[in-house]
């Protein structure tokens, strides 16, 4: 993994008017989505290659996979961060990806304990926790990478199988798909409301103030629209404001559902010194800041409000 590739550049007007984010090519890549079909589900002898694969966790609780094949992509970007620096990467096997995040109940199969709490409501003067993250479907965050690398131990032992947190390179590779575009629906400016929880419109009616008697549901009220607070994206209306249950978005074209917004999720890279690489944004990024090539780094020990994280299965 890692291996480089030559290269060769595009005309970044062309590029530009199709919607890319990336203005370097290699032979093969990006390809189409009948293209991303076919690889994964592409056999032997015309025997088509099994793509779904369920382990169970015990009391009647599953984790499902999806079969990512194995190939060659512009990891990165020319138009991102300084930090998403565009290389070639091949991802030489095929591997098995979580469907979803890990949820909050396949989660408890290992550390019954956990509390992914709630999230908090923008204001003062709370009266009850705050928007709740810890319903039984949704993403298992305030998990450190710590605890996160010893759950996949765990599913390891318990299902005989190599589990393990996907690399940065794995990660970006299944998100994109085949595509070299930010998102692989498209471009900045598309519209993500089916396929992602983001910061949306509806973030900005996320003001908590005042008092509005006993025994009544918070109503959630408006920051002023030229406050840009908190930070939202004003032109979408996705399917949540806060933490949403996985599987609410529609998944891309290998069967993966909120690779881009709800949680973050942690990967096995490392992104300094000391920090461990996230990727794919959550609820509370805006669609710059949850693309394939978006990547940001925490300490391992740190459990962050919107991180959760994914397991991989070595095939």
């Known amino acids: 993994m890692g291996a480089k ?11 530009k008017a199709e919607g890319r984010f990336n203005h370097l090519t290699i032979p093969g890549w990006p390809f189409t989505k009948r293209a991303a079909i076919d690889a994964q589900t592409g056999g032997v002898d015309d025997v088509p290659q099994v793509t779904v694969m369920t382990l169970p966790l015990g009391d009647g ?76 479907l949704m993403p298992a965050v305030r998990v450190s990478w710590e605890r996160a690398a010893a ?16 690399t940065e390179e794995e990660w970006e590779w299944a998100a994109r798909c085949g595509t ?8 900045l400016a598309d519209d993500y409301s089916k396929y992602a929880n983001l910061a949306d419109k509806q973030v900005r009616w996320s003001m908590n103030e005042g008092w509005d008697g006993p025994g009544r549901i918070r109503p959630r009220k408006p ?9 939202h994206d004003e032109q979408r209306t ?20 909120d690779m881009h917004g709800n949680a973050a999720e942690w990967t096995a890279s490392a992104y300094d010194a000391t920090r461990k690489t996230v990727r794919g944004g959550s609820f509370a990024s805006r669609p710059k800041d949850a693309t394939s ?14 991180v959760g994280f994914r397991v991989l299965i070595e095939e």
């Open 293 to 306: 090539s978006w990547r940001w780094g925490y300490e391992p020990w740190q459990k962050v409000y919107d």
């Open 180 to 187: 070299d575009t930010p998102f692989p629906w498209g471009g």
């Open 238 to 257: 996705d399917d949540a404001f806060s933490l949403n249950y996985v599987r609410r978005a529609l998944p891309n074209l290998w069967g993966l559902y």
């Open 5 to 15: 590739r030559p290269f060769k550049g595009g005309e970044a007007a062309d590029l």
């Open 61 to 136: 609780v599953s984790m499902t996979f999806r079969r990512i094949p194995a190939g060659v992509y512009v990891m990165g970007s020319t138009n991102g961060y300084p930090n998403e620096v565009p290389r070639v990467v091949t991802v030489a096997k095929a591997f098995w990806l979580g469907e979803t995040e890990v949820r909050n109940d396949q989660y408890h199969a290992f550390d019954p304990a956990h509390d992914s709490r709630f999230q908090d409501m923008f204001g003062k003067d709370h009266i009850v926790p705050g928007w709740i993250g810890n319903h039984r």
């Open 223 to 231: 920051y002023k629209v030229e406050q840009n607070f908190p930070l």
């Open 151 to 166: 759950f996949c131990a765990w599913l390891g032992k318990k299902t005989g199988r190599a589990a393990r947190l996907p």
